[in-house]
């Protein structure tokens, strides 16, 4: 009998699946949960998991990583390892402490990062850097009071950028013109005052300039210099007591929110600039002189009617923005003054019957 031969039989199967399922360093199993479209689409939801910090050992397929509302204080380098595919991370309502300047090393096809609510007192501009490809940045409801000029200087392929909710007193100027391909801008619900000249001359492709709820008083005539793009503005919400000139200049503009400001008149022609314009917003305002305007009678409609702002548009539907054409203004004035003319109406004539009554009896 010749000499038994031995067949070795390999079985390969993929190991990608097993990412998610397989023990992980320190972790439990099933500390995550994991989704796949194909062997290299794979989302892992890490959502509120008590993490202090980045899971080892995770797929270098992960295409998108959310590890909002967890407990990560530190982002030591390199701390998203060989994950050479992610392209959204999400760090949300952590509470990061500290920032390595090469934290986000590798991430090569990142184009979205939230930092939203993680007590972010400055900009990690080192770590920001190393993101070539990033388009969408949020860094809203944090504790930042300035943004020093070489925060985005490594951001050029930037499109949107959040940093509402903070406690900024000026626009950052200086570090907006690193990200000159910009399209939606949001600098809501801050400390801002007045706005300088020029304040966003380099934003030349912006669309969406969001500016409510600040304390906004003072608009220099040139501080939209250089906007030949925008469609949106937001203004609602601030201390403008009368209507900018500034607004001349957005040649593009289409929808203009000015509802919760002091503003009592409008001069003539103040919309000379705005050939574009179809929705104007003038709700909650003291208004009580209404120049001749001769681009409000071309404007779609002219009504009294409020929006309800309950359910405000999404930051991120560009697309959105001019599907409403409509103008609203504010009508309390117009109420009362008719409300009065009908009383004094109604008070001359009983008057006049009462007299009438009197002769009538002599």
Same mark, same amino acid.
């Given at each position: ?46 959502? &509120? ?10 797929? !270098? /397929? ?25 392209? &959204? ?7 990061? !402490? !500290? $920032? @390595? ?28 850097? &190393?993101?070539?490809?990033?388009? *969408? ?7 930042? *009071? ?6 985005? %200087? ?44 020029? *304040? ?9 300039? #969001?500016?409510? @709820?600040?304390?906004? @008083?003072?608009?220099?005539?040139? =501080? /939209? ?13 601030? %201390? ?19 509802? +919760? ?19 104007? $917003?003038?709700?909650? +305002? ?22 309800? #702002? ?9 697309? +959105?923005? +001019?599907?409403?054409?409509? =103008?609203?203004? !504010?009508? *309390? ?23 009438? /009554? ?5």
């Amino acid at each position: 009998m010749g000499p038994s031969k031995m067949v070795l039989v390999l079985v390969l199967v993929p190991l990608w699946p097993r990412v998610c399922s397989a023990p992980w360093t320190g972790l439990c199993p099933d500390m995550c949960r994991c989704d796949t479209k194909d062997e290299k689409d794979l989302t892992v939801n890490c959502v &509120e998991r008590g993490l202090s910090k980045v899971p080892a050992n995770l797929s !270098q /397929f992960t295409t998108i990583l959310d590890l909002s509302m967890n407990v990560v204080k530190e982002l030591p380098e390199r701390a998203f390892g060989q994950m050479c595919s992610l392209r &959204e991370l999400r760090l949300a309502g952590n509470r990061l !402490q !500290q $920032i @390595h300047s090469e934290a986000f090393s590798g991430l090569h096809t990142l184009t979205t990062l939230t930092l939203h609510d993680t007590g972010l007192k400055t900009v990690p501009s080192e770590a920001l850097n &190393e993101l070539k490809n990033l388009q *969408s940045l949020c860094l809203d409801a944090n504790r930042l *009071s300035a943004v020093p000029s070489l925060s985005f %200087r490594g951001l050029s392929s930037l499109r949107l950028l959040r940093l509402e909710d903070n406690h900024l007193e000026q626009t950052p100027g200086g570090a907006l013109a690193h990200v000159p391909r910009l399209q939606a801008l949001s600098l809501g619900m801050n400390r801002l005052k007045v706005l300088s000249p020029r *304040s966003f001359h380099r934003l030349t492709e912006l669309l969406l300039l #969001q500016l409510q @709820h600040n304390q906004i @008083h003072s608009l220099s005539p040139t =501080c /939209f210099y250089g906007l030949h793009q925008l469609q949106t503005l937001d203004l609602s919400f601030n %201390r403008l007591h009368s209507f900018p000139s500034a607004f001349q200049l957005l040649t593009s503009l289409q929808r203009l929110n000015l509802q +919760n400001n002091w503003i009592n008149f409008i001069p003539e022609n103040a919309l000379r600039g705005n050939p574009s314009l179809k929705k104007l $917003i003038l709700l909650n +305002n003291p208004l009580f002189v209404v120049g001749r305007i001769s681009k409000l009678s071309k404007l779609p409609s002219l009504g009294f009617s409020e929006i309800s #702002q309950k359910n405000p548009e999404p930051f991120h539907q560009l697309s +959105n923005y +001019n599907t409403q054409e409509s =103008c609203e203004t !504010q009508d *309390s004035f117009w109420v009362l003054s008719l409300l009065l003319f009908i009383t004094l109406f109604l008070t001359a004539g009983i008057l006049t019957r009462t007299i009438l /009554f009197k002769l009538k009896i002599k």
